[in-house]
């Protein structure tokens, strides 16, 4: 196992050339299943204006950005009526290297922007992803995701299945 990298904001340094780099090679295996994300083959411009539609977090291991996701408050998130509810937060831009994926980094992310959602007030955190890659659905799945609706995207080659964990009201009691 590596040592812990840290999860910061995307500081003005950070390289957006790297970043978008990275989300290439991330959703690589995605683009191989013939899956056409934004992350597949977006510009360093598209790239720095979706990072402008929220906020954006890197992981940051031996000085260099291998993880990232981008967080959208309820108030920033539209796009399909689950992410046109007052209460929805969302998240997007997720990716890790994969020479280190499996060992935490995407989870540790995913866990901050639930937080942040939690501190927005949001009721729920949504996220979108291809209806086919099951490997992600399930792994949302097991972190207590859960189907909300369909969405088809003008930038996609596939349909869209829109996953959403509540957060416990606030005051409510914890078992």
Request: proline fraction near 3%; glycine fraction near 8%.
């Amino acid at each position: 196992m590596t040592e812990l990298a840290l999860i910061r904001l995307l500081q003005p340094s950070d390289s957006i050339s790297e970043l978008t780099a990275l989300l290439h090679n991330a959703y690589g295996h995605l683009a191989r299943m013939g899956l056409r994300y934004m992350a597949t083959h977006q510009t360093e411009t598209v790239t720095r204006n979706r990072i402008g539609q929220g906020t954006c977090l890197v992981a940051v291991l031996d000085g260099k950005v291998c993880g990232t996701i981008l967080f959208r408050s309820a108030k920033q998130t539209t796009g399909c009526p689950w992410y046109d509810r007052p209460d929805v937060a969302s998240l997007g831009q997720f990716a890790v290297d994969p020479a280190l994926q499996a060992q935490g980094i995407g989870l540790r992310l995913l866990k901050a922007v639930e937080s942040r959602a939690v501190a927005s007030g949001a009721g729920e955190i949504a996220l979108d992803t291809a209806e086919s890659a099951n490997h992600l659905v399930e792994w949302y799945s097991r972190l207590g995701y859960r189907f909300a609706e369909y969405a088809q995207w003008s930038h996609t080659n596939y349909r869209s299945v829109i996953l959403s964990k509540a957060f416990p009201a606030a005051g409510a009691a914890q078992c």
